[in-house]
């Protein structure tokens, strides 16, 4: 059974740092592309981070680009993403996603596997 689980959402003041992770299980982790996505209210879901695992391979959309780390922990089956001086545009639901090819998904209909998501809210 696939499962992703996300953690280390809350509630972040602006400027400080937010790290999420997320718990992989049922597929062969090290072979997937792990992907990190936000849903702000009324917004499509878009993805902020991707991480092909079997090339050690990460990339960033342009606006966390510089701010944002995102890592893969091939003996846990856990990929973390770390974003830097956070504002309230960052507010959002962040959603991890896998996905069986080895690119960069640019739509959701690319991604196999979701987890439940985690609400982040930057506010002071």
């Known amino acids: 059974q696939v499962r992703l689980v996300e953690s280390g959402g809350g509630l972040v003041k602006p400027g400080a740092s937010l790290g999420l992770s997320c718990a992989a299980s049922?597929?062969?982790?090290?072979?997937?592309?792990m992907t990190w996505w936000r849903q702000a209210p009324g917004k499509e879901r878009e993805l902020v981070a991707a991480?092909?695992?079997?090339?050690?391979?990460?990339w960033y959309e342009d606006f966390v680009r510089g701010r944002c780390t995102i890592s893969s922990d091939h003996a846990a089956n856990v990929v973390s993403l770390w974003l830097n001086n956070v504002t309230p545009e960052d507010t959002a639901v962040y959603f991890c996603?896998?996905?069986?090819?080895?690119?960069?998904?640019?739509?959701?209909?690319?991604?196999?596997?979701w987890g439940q998501g985690t609400q982040v809210t930057v506010a002071s």
């Open positions: 996603g896998a996905t069986r090819r080895r690119i960069i998904p640019t739509n959701t209909t690319l991604v196999d596997f």
């Open positions: 991480m092909v695992n079997r090339q050690n391979y990460a």
């Open positions: 049922g597929f062969d982790f090290s072979t997937y592309t």
